[in-house]
């Protein structure tokens, strides 16, 4: 059975990413891991860290929960099309993916994109472009909504 492996960031474009790999689960008689890193929360702080390092741990946990109800609630939706399993960690996205996709053995990775600017990409960085430059399997990448596709010139 094959394996695909699919980050999701809970945000507008998970549905999107879902039903790619739903089709090509079924597709290729295969199975869907959804995968979701939860990033740590930020802190900046010279001082009152005492109070600061309870209040980040608190945070942590919290978005841990959310992330964890959220994976619980898309798995149930997609498991009724093809087989689901999840898996959840805080840590960097693109580690991550690329850890999982080779514990796996992923045949696919099917990842949104958010379509940034070039500038924000450069500062910023992209979870996609981290995982297309270093991947072993082939990496679906699925655009942004009312991105349209680009026109063939005519010769």
Do not use: W
């Amino acid at each position: 059975m094959k394996t695909i492996l699919t980050p999701i960031d809970f945000s507008s474009i998970t549905n999107r990413v879902c039903a790619t790999a739903v089709a090509l689960a079924r597709a290729v008689k295969g199975r869907i891991v959804l995968l979701h890193a939860v990033p740590p929360p930020v802190m900046v702080t010279d001082y009152g860290s005492g109070v600061m390092a309870q209040n980040y741990a608190e945070i942590a946990l919290a978005a841990e929960k959310t992330a964890t109800r959220q994976l619980a609630r898309a798995q149930s939706r997609l498991r009724r099309s093809v087989p689901v399993t999840t898996v959840q960690a805080s840590e960097s996205a693109v580690g991550f993916i690329l850890a999982q996709a080779g514990a796996l053995r992923a045949d696919y990775i099917v990842m949104g994109s958010h379509g940034h600017a070039a500038l924000y990409e450069l500062l910023a960085g992209s979870t996609a472009h981290g995982v297309l430059l270093k991947a072993a399997c082939p990496v679906v990448v699925v655009p942004p909504a009312g991105r349209t596709p680009a026109k063939k010139k005519e010769n």
